[in-house]
Structures are given as C-alpha cells and as structure tokens.
C-alpha cells in the first residue's frame, strides 16, 4: 500500500496521528459490526480515536513481546492472550540476536503474567469481547519488526473475525508487505524509510502508563474518547 499523501512527519502526539488514521479507516466504508481492538500500552490512544470516529466499541488485545536478550525492545517473539496463548517467533531476528528457541521459553512465563496482570487491570478479569462474525480493526502507534502485530492479527482471526484491518500511523513498507497475507485491508499513514525506531516520528512519545490506558478505556465506555493536547491534524 502506498503511504497517504499530506502527512507529515513527525506526528505530534499518538492522538493526532489515531484522528489522522482514522479519516482513513472511515473511508474504507467498514461494514458492522466493528470492533477495535488496540494493543496496550501505545496502541490505546490511537485506538481511542479511531473507535469514536467510527462509533465502534473498543478493547484490547493483549499481547507481550519477547524482546532479544541484549535489546528487550526488539521483539524477537510475541505471545497473544488466548485459550491457548499464541507464540509467534520472528525467526530471522532471533537467530540475528543471538538468542535460541530456549530464551524465549524462558521468557514466556513472565509475557504470560504481565498478560494475566493487565486483563486483571485493565479489563477486571473479563472474558475478551467475542468477534465471531465481526469487523475487527486492529490498532497501534506503530510497527517495526512486525512479531508484535503478527501475533496480534493472528489471534483475532483464530477467534473468529470474518473481516481484519490493521491500522498503524507509521511502519516500514517491507513489514507492511509481510503482514499484508494476514489481513483483508491495511491503512498506514507513513512508510518512511530509513525507518528505525517508531518513536523518531512523534514529537511527544511517552510511555504510556496504566492510568492512560484506564482513562482512555473508561472514556470509550461513556461514548467518548479523553481529551488531548495534540497539535492540529494537518
């Protein structure tokens, strides 16, 4: 897919780039029911926006990646919540770090409790909500190896979505290319290329904490979406 033309880079905070995304998720004339389905912690405030652009539910998807033994932010594995977990291994940049099939068992009790620590937080224990049969638009801040995500989609389809989306305000072309078998559409902003790190393409990029992802989720619930001190969306 080709990037989207008039966006500018850096965006100014992940608000303004989930108002942005979702002008372009709108457009796609998604048929319900729709669900979407951020990945916490980043993914939440993209995803706040677009769900009430769309005035669509939103919910999580739990996933942790494993990241390498040197580098715990390059994924080199992912597990998605489920009956049972998923685990997806990016085998390519696992043999690049170094690391063998032995660290990421031994790294997956702990990705399996900080899953059970957030459902049990964010989301009181509940069940996930059901998407047999739904539209189900997967959203993050953005995307660099693409373990995360793939582990991400392929846990919706296994519970049932008939139609998946994977909307991201940035990602490099080649992981777009890769992820692109395990989706019906894909909406991105920016493919910009060196890519790097996805925090170089916001000028604001904290971390966000528990309380955002409480705030943003209880915000959805009242049929809106928290207020931000983003930038203007042009």
Same mark, same amino acid.
């Given at each position: ?33 729709l ?6 912690? *980043?993914?939440v405030?993209?995803?706040? +926006? ?9 919910d999580? !998807?739990?996933?942790?990646? @494993?990241?390498?033994p ?18 997806? @291994?990016?085998? +390519?940049?696992?043999?690049?770090? *170094?690391? *063998?099939?032995?660290?990421?068992? /031994?790294? !997956? ?5 900080? @899953?059970?620590?957030? /459902?049990? !937080? ?6 996930? /909500?059901s998407?047999?049969?739904?539209? &189900? ?5 953005? @995307? ?11 846990g ?9 989306? !994977? &909307? ?30 996805? *925090?170089?393409?916001?000028r604001?990029?904290?971390?966000? +904490? ?25």
């Amino acid at each position: 897919m080709r990037p989207v033309a008039g966006v500018t880079l850096p965006f100014s905070d992940r608000a303004q780039a989930g108002r942005l995304l979702a002008q372009q998720v709108a457009a796609l004339g998604l048929r319900p029911p729709l669900v979407v389905l951020a990945l916490p912690r *980043g993914g939440v405030p993209v995803a706040a +926006e677009v769900a009430r652009a769309l005035q669509a539910p939103l919910d999580l !998807l739990l996933v942790r990646k @494993i990241g390498a033994p040197w580098n715990p932010e390059l994924a080199v594995a992912a597990v998605v919540d489920g009956e049972p977990p998923q685990t997806v @291994i990016d085998e +390519e940049t696992l043999a690049a770090s *170094g690391a *063998g099939h032995d660290h990421v068992q /031994r790294e !997956l009790p702990a990705a399996l409790r900080e @899953i059970a620590r957030r /459902r049990h !937080l964010y989301m009181h224990d509940r069940a996930p /909500r059901s998407l047999q049969g739904v539209t &189900a638009v997967v959203v993050d801040d953005g @995307i660099a190896t693409g373990t995360t995500a793939r582990a991400a989609l392929r846990g919706v389809r296994l519970h049932g979505a008939s139609h998946v989306v !994977l &909307a991201v305000p940035v990602a490099p072309a080649g992981t777009l290319a890769e992820l692109a078998a395990e989706v019906d559409d894909v909406v991105c902003l920016a493919q910009p290329s060196p890519f790097g790190a996805v *925090g170089r393409f916001y000028r604001d990029f904290h971390a966000v +904490e528990d309380d955002e992802v409480l705030a943003a989720m209880a915000a959805a619930r009242d049929g809106g979406a928290p207020a931000s001190d983003g930038a203007n969306d042009a």
